[in-house]
């Protein structure tokens, strides 16, 4: 018998999330196979609805084997079926439920970044849709959060299945107040960072694009972060593991890197293009209920009492005129960093817990 949970989650995609109608095409893509069971019960309930339904299933290794034997012309190639399916898409939804996120550690990295530029547009269509990302809870991800596969999935399920509509309401308090913000400022163990945000646009992220979801996000002005600041949450991107990396910012621009290995993978990606060293995110985590990182940057970006910032392409509803072929989100966690925010000189969160009278409400739920 089907978990009803994954029905559940099913339901609240469509009907939410992406707010599925009759006659739109929906796209569903599934990264490894192990999440089958929801592509199955998103497809019913999308045809249920009368929307046209596609879907793409990639498996696990077929990558690793493109990158092996590509030749040129193959990684810049940008395929006129796939431009043509994004165009005519509505409503695209994502399902990661690979088996190995190692698969691609000993990629070149050169590669996967020549490939990504090239199919950048394809990549930018899509995100001008409705769109939603989630994580299907595998073994491999059990793994990596220290879990059983079990416990894993409690924590997926109830992580996703939120009243949103609640979460939405409860940080508009914290969004008026950013709003009137000119300046925030983190200081942190190897941490000072002034991050310039007058005038900018803050979205709450309440379950539509994310799942699990339960953040506020803005871009700072292009130009206006100074400063250095250590990001100590784990992190996998492009098939490459960080435990932690510092970054020196000068007038918006990354002039220094470093990490703890894969030194020159993190250079290749900062070199991806003329955005790739400027940040196109900045953002507040909210979500009360996440407070352990698990190697995913889906779940770890949205730790209460956190900061994550992506470095390249902003998003449209929050721009600052950073474009970029990447978007990585890098994760500052304040409890474990000795970590301040102030915002305008006004200190509003100490060591991960917000202290701002009108914003406690997002600090972790205490155990009964």
Known sequence: MIDPRVTD????IVNYST?????????????????IPLLKELYKLCIKKGAYVSYDIAVDGLGQHFYANAKDHQLTDLPKHALAKAKVTDVMIQIVADSNKMSMAKVDQKKMLQSRKARKKLSDYYHDKRWTLLRYPTNADAQDAGMSLDDWEDFVFNSCLVDWKKVRKEQEVLEKILKKTKEIRLVADETDL?????????????????????????????????????????????????????????????????????????????????????????????????????KSILFDEKIGGSNHMALGKCYDKAPNGNDSAIHWDLILRHEYANGKVYLDGKLVQEKGLWTHKDLKKFNPKKKK
């Open 194 to 294: 002034l991050v310039k945000v007058k005038g900018q646009k803050y979205c709450h992220c309440c379950g539509e694009f994310n799942l699990p979801d339960g953040e506020i996000f803005t871009s700072p002005i292009r130009t206006g972060v100074d400063g250095v600041i250590k990001y100590n949450t784990p992190t996998m991107y492009m098939g490459k593991e960080f435990n932690w990396i510092k970054l020196w910012f000068e007038k918006g621009k990354v002039v220094k890197a470093e990490s703890d290995k894969n030194q020159k993978d993190l250079i290749n990606i900062l070199d991806t293009d003329k955005g790739s060293r400027y940040l196109g995110e900045f953002a507040f985590g909210t979500n009360p209920f996440i407070q352990q990182p698990v």
């Open 9 to 12: 989650l099913a339901e609240l």
């Open 19 to 35: 707010r599925v109608k009759s006659k739109e095409r929906v796209l569903i893509v599934l990264y490894g196979t192990a999440g």
